[in-house]
C-alpha cells in the first residue's frame, strides 16, 4: 500500500488526508499539537477544524515528524503560507529522497513574494520536476462531507503530476492534471482577492449585480496577472482559476469571503484579524500580488481597493468594480 505523509492538520491538511486514506493510501498526518494528533488517531475526529466529520481507519496523526515522514512515498504540505519557509527548514532532512512534494497552499510569501512551490523548491534545492501543486473549488467542509468535487494537480513532470493524481483520486474526489504550475497556483491565490472583495461589497449590503461585475472583472484581473508571469489563459478560466473564483465567492464557509464580510460590516482589519481562526491567506498576500502587479504593468484595480480597504484608507462602501486606474475620460474596453 502506498504510504503518504500530510503535513499541517488544519481544515484543509486533515481534509487531504481523507480523500488520499480513502483513495487507498496510508496517511500519516502531522499535527503541531500532540493532543489534536491524539484526538485524531484516536477518536477519528478533528473536532476544531471539521466538526461532525468521521476520519477514516487508514489516516493516523503524531506530532513527531519523523514519525510522520519515515518511508513517506509522497509528501503534501498545508501549513499557512507564511510560515512555510521556517517549516521546510525543519523538516527537509526527513523527507525522503527524490519523492513528490506537494503543495496544497494557496498564498504567496511576503518579502520575497514567491509562490509556494518557488519556495520548496529553493528550501529543498530539488528538481522543480518533484513538485506538484494541488489547487480548485476545494472547500475543505464540503469535500470531508464527500460531495463530488474536481480539482487540478500541476507540476512540470506529467509523472509526478499523474503520481499525485492517481493518490488523490476517489470515488468523491477527481484530479485533473496540467503542466501550468503559474497558472493554476497563481489561480488559487487571486481568487482569495476577489472573495474578500465579494465579502466586502456583501457586508455592504450590495445586491447580485455588484457582485457579478467583481466576479466577471475579476477574473480579468487574474487573467492578466497569471499571463504576465507566463501562464496559460485556459488556466485561469480553469478549475483551478474560474472554477474556485466561484466556489470562494459563492460560499459562506470561505475564510476570505468571511473576512471580507466583517471589514464591509465595518470591522477594523485588526478586529478582523482577531475574529479569525482560521487561515485566510489573501489578508497575507494582497500587498505581494500588488507589488508584482506593478513589476509587470498589469492593472488590478479591483485588487488595489482591497488593499485600501485593508489600510483602512477606502469606506468600504466606496469599493465599485466600475472604478479603474485609468484616469482618461474615455470609456474603458472590456478586454
Ligand atoms: N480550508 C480550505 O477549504 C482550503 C484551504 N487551502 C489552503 O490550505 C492552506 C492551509 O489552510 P487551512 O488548512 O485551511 O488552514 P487552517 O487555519 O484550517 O489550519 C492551519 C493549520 O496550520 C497550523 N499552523 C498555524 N501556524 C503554523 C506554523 N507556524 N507552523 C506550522 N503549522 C502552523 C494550525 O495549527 C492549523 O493546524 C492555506 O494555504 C489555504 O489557502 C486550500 C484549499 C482549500
Ligand atoms: O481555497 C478554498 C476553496 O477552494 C478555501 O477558501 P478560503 O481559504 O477562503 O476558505
Redesign the pocket.
Known amino acids: 500500500m502506498r504510504r503518504v505523509a500530510v503535513l499541517g492538520a488544519g481544515s484543509w491538511g486533515t481534509t487531504f488526508a481523507k480523500v488520499l486514506a480513502d483513495g487507498g493510501s496510508e496517511v500519516t498526518l502531522w499535527a503541531r499539537r500532540p493532543e489534536l494528533a491524539r484526538e485524531i488517531s484516536q477518536s477519528r475526529r478533528n473536532s476544531d477544524y471539521l466538526r461532525g466529520i468521521n476520519l477514516p481507519r487508514r489516516l493516523w496523526a503524531s506530532s513527531n515528524l519523523h514519525d510522520v515522514l519515515d518511508d513517506a512515498e509522497q509528501v503534501y504540505l498545508s501549513v499557512p503560507s507564511q510560515s512555510l519557509r521556517e517549516n521546510l527548514r525543519i523538516v527537509r532532512d526527513l523527507i525522503p529522497e527524490g519523492v513528490p512534494v506537494v503543495s496544497l497552499m ?1 498564498g504567496v510569501e511576503k518579502g520575497t513574494r514567491y509562490r509556494m512551490s518557488e519556495v520548496i523548491q529553493q528550501e529543498l534545492g530539488c528538481d522543480p520536476g518533484r513538485i506538484a501543486v494541488v489547487s ?5 467542509l464540503e469535500i470531508a462531507k464527500e460531495q463530488p468535487t474536481a480539482s487540478v494537480v500541476a507540476s512540470e513532470d506529467p509523472d509526478t503530476a499523474a503520481a499525485v493524481a492517481t493518490a488523490a483520486t476517489n470515488a468523491y474526489f477527481r484530479c485533473f492534471i496540467n503542466n501550468d504550475v503559474i497558472g493554476t497556483e497563481f489561480g ?1 491565490v487571486l481568487k ?1 482577492l476577489i ?1 474578500v472583495a465579494i465579502g466586502i461589497v456583501d457586508g455592504v449590503g450590495y445586491g447580485e449585480n455588484t457582485k457579478a461585475s467583481i466576479i466577471t472583472r475579476g477574473l480579468v484581473e487574474m487573467t492578466d496577472f497569471a499571463v504576465a508571469h507566463g501562464a496559460r489563459p485556459e488556466t485561469l478560466s480553469g478549475l483551478a482559476g474560474l472554477g ?1 473564483l466561484i ?2 465567492c459563492e460560499s459562506p ?5 468571511t473576512a471580507g464580510r466583517l471589514l464591509g460590516q465595518g470591522y477594523a482589519f485588526a478586529d478582523v484579524v482577531k475574529q479569525m481562526n482560521q ?3 489573501g489578508l497575507s498576500s494582497v500587498g505581494p500580488v500588488l507589488e508584482l502587479a506593478a513589476a509587470h504593468g498589469v492593472e488590478m484595480p479591483i485588487v488595489a481597493q482591497v488593499a485600501e480597504v485593508l489600510a483602512g484608507t477606502l469606506d468600504p462602501r466606496d469599493i465599485a468594480p466600475h472604478l479603474t486606474t485609468d484616469d482618461s475620460p474615455a470609456p474603458p474596453t472590456e478586454e
Do not use: W
Open positions: 494557496k480548485g473549488p476545494n472547500l475543505a488559487g482569495n472573495a474556485d466556489a470562494t464557509l470561505s475564510r476570505n469571503n487561515t485566510a491567506e
